[in-house]
């Protein structure tokens, strides 16, 4: 029976090239990267320990989760802090719905020791020592390259211009699913989700390196998985790298777990978490599954 699908020929008799319609062929995908092994996924030094490779680097976006209140905010902002430390050239944006002194004063709490509750209350006034003068000149060293955006300011097109604008290689997203991909078009949640997504992808691939702070599920908390994201399905999609932090009762480490990562298998970092001082530090008992 003849096909009903009429095959055009190409000039030896099989069909023409495929990149006439587009397309590129397996072969010349192998051919183009087959025998030269090219330079590896550049990333960023966001700490100390294992929490200097988590894959945050240009062209990657990187997701954090964990319930309220339990330092996901605090964690993304201490790898920021670090990464400018380690990179001089690094420049950022964060927009985060925290206000930016508390953001600024936790991470003064942490290089100092001082407890965020005291640096609050008193204004860091009255330390016996030279804590704060380190820690303020750590920061300083670094705060000239970090911007806060404006909370009110929901509009992701309005912000990637802003990223563009000041030059920045880091945009920090705090938390996802309450910023807006802006236009006039009516989305549900999933939809704007998707959208936004999609915008920071946009940026990932100009070469900024997005980090996000992401809501969970409220019923995924117990089981740290992908799926333990709100909008999993669209944050599994477009996140180069995600992470969980899980807390376990009486235990006083948080675990922080790779549920995706798209070069390499997952795997967990055991932290000690400061509450006070908002300091995460690797205890050296990571294990890969």
Not at 133 to 143: E, I, K, Q, S, Y
Not at 231 to 257: C, F, K, N, V, W
């Given at each position: 029976?003849?096909s009903?699908?009429?095959?055009?020929?190409?000039?030896?008799?099989?069909?023409?090239p495929?990149?006439?319609?587009?397309?590129?062929?397996?072969?010349?995908?192998?051919?183009?990267?087959?025998?030269?092994?090219?330079?590896p996924?550049?990333?960023?030094?966001?700490?100390?320990?294992?929490?200097?490779?988590?894959g945050?680097?240009?062209?990657?976006?990187?997701?954090?989760?964990a319930?309220?209140?339990?330092?996901?905010?605090?964690?993304?902002?201490?790898?920021?802090?670090?990464?400018?430390?380690?990179?001089?050239?690094?420049?950022?944006?964060?927009?985060?719905?925290?206000?930016r002194?508390?953001?600024t004063?936790?991470?003064?709490?942490?290089?100092?020791?001082?407890?965020?509750?005291?640096?609050?209350?008193?204004e860091?006034?009255?330390?016996?020592?030279?804590?704060l003068?380190?820690a303020?000149?750590?920061?300083?060293?670094?705060?000239?390259?970090?911007?806060?955006?404006?909370r009110?300011?929901?509009?992701?097109?309005?912000?990637?211009?802003?990223?563009r604008?000041?030059?920045?290689r880091v945009?920090?997203?705090?938390?996802?699913?309450?910023?807006?991909?802006?236009?006039?078009?009516?989305?549900?949640?999933?939809?704007?989700?998707?959208?936004?997504?999609?915008?920071?992808?946009?940026?990932a691939?100009?070469g900024?390196?997005?980090?996000?702070?992401?809501?969970?599920?409220?019923?995924?908390?117990?089981?740290?998985?992908l799926?333990?994201?709100?909008?999993?399905?669209e944050?599994?999609?477009?996140?180069?790298?995600?992470y969980?932090?899980?807390?376990?009762?009486?235990?006083?480490?948080?675990?922080?777990?790779?549920v995706?990562?798209?070069?390499s298998?997952?795997?967990?970092?055991?932290?000690?978490f400061?509450?006070?001082t908002?300091?995460?530090?690797?205890?050296?008992?990571?294990?890969?599954?």
């Amino acid at each position: 029976m003849a096909s009903a699908t009429a095959v055009t020929r190409g000039p030896a008799g099989g069909p023409p090239p495929a990149a006439e319609f587009g397309f590129t062929t397996m072969a010349d995908e192998i051919a183009s990267w087959a025998g030269r092994a090219g330079p590896p996924r550049e990333t960023f030094n966001t700490g100390d320990g294992r929490l200097k490779e988590l894959g945050v680097g240009p062209g990657s976006i990187t997701v954090f989760g964990a319930p309220p209140g339990k330092g996901k905010t605090a964690l993304v902002m201490q790898l920021l802090v670090d990464a400018l430390r380690n990179h001089p050239d690094l420049r950022a944006v964060v927009w985060s719905e925290r206000p930016r002194r508390e953001l600024t004063q936790r991470q003064v709490a942490r290089l100092s020791g001082v407890p965020h509750d005291a640096l609050r209350k008193h204004e860091g006034r009255g330390d016996p020592g030279d804590r704060l003068a380190g820690a303020h000149a750590t920061l300083g060293r670094v705060g000239d390259r970090v911007d806060f955006a404006a909370r009110a300011e929901h509009d992701l097109p309005r912000l990637a211009k802003g990223v563009r604008g000041r030059g920045a290689r880091v945009m920090v997203v705090d938390y996802l699913q309450i910023l807006s991909p802006g236009g006039a078009a009516a989305l549900d949640q999933r939809g704007r989700v998707e959208a936004v997504l999609d915008g920071l992808r946009d940026l990932a691939d100009e070469g900024v390196a997005v980090v996000a702070v992401a809501a969970l599920a409220k019923a995924a908390w117990a089981r740290p998985t992908l799926a333990s994201f709100r909008d999993s399905a669209e944050i599994g999609q477009a996140a180069d790298d995600a992470y969980l932090i899980e807390y376990r009762d009486g235990e006083p480490t948080a675990t922080l777990h790779r549920v995706k990562h798209r070069d390499s298998a997952g795997g967990r970092i055991v932290l000690d978490f400061n509450g006070p001082t908002a300091r995460f530090t690797d205890t050296g008992r990571g294990v890969r599954p």
